[in-house]
């Protein structure tokens, strides 16, 4: 048994997984099945608890492993709970790494984009050294394609002025028939 799991590491060495707050408590030890400092995102779904997002956050940092919640800028009510959020996420659960993405296409608050987020310098101020964001590569058809490439400009554009690296993740579509 203990060769399949090490074989089962190994496998999955340098890759990340995702899960949400309600999957994270049903496990109950992650090092039994990823290496120390994987990370981990977190999944925010609509009429996600924030605080069960930074609870699960700060269990899964103790486990030590790298924990990167997501931030839909969509879900946030406004830019107070956006500062508790990350503050939240920071100073409790002891996060560096975010992944912020526009989130759902149903606002729940004044809050836009990724780029909003962005803009207010609270990942500075609370000192994410990693900021993930989203990419379109194939597009999204709630976007057009001229108003992402502009956000991908305005992203660079904010890349050039912070301390924190930041990258594209996207989801991978599959294409063809099915049989």
């Not at 949400?20 to 009429?47: A, F, G, M, R, W």
């Not at 899964?60 to 939240?88: M, T, W």
């Not at 409790?92 to 912020?100: D, E, F, H, M, T």
């Not at 609270?122 to 379109?136: E, K, P």
Request: aromatic share 6%; glycine share 6%.
């Amino acid at each position: 048994m203990n060769d399949q799991i090490n074989n089962i590491k190994n496998l999955i060495k340098n890759y990340t997984i995702e899960t949400t707050p309600k999957v994270y408590q049903q496990i109950e030890d992650l090092k039994v099945l990823l290496t120390p400092n994987t990370s981990v995102y977190i999944t925010y779904l609509p009429d996600e608890d924030p605080k069960n997002i930074v609870n699960t956050a700060k269990k899964i940092k103790d486990e030590g492993f790298e924990p990167i919640p997501h931030l839909p800028a969509r879900s946030i009510k406004d830019f107070d709970k956006l500062k508790q959020y990350l503050g939240n996420l920071s100073e409790i659960a002891g996060v560096s790494k975010i992944l912020i993405i526009g989130g759902s296409g149903v606002q729940k608050g004044i809050i836009s984009s990724s780029l909003e987020v962005l803009q207010t310098g609270l990942t500075d101020i609370f000192n994410y050294s990693q900021i993930g964001l989203a990419g379109h590569p194939e597009g999204n058809p709630d976007i057009s394609n001229q108003d992402l490439d502009n956000a991908i400009i305005e992203k660079n554009k904010f890349a050039k002025n912070t301390d924190a690296k930041l990258y594209l993740m996207h989801q991978a579509l599959s294409v063809g028939k099915s049989t």
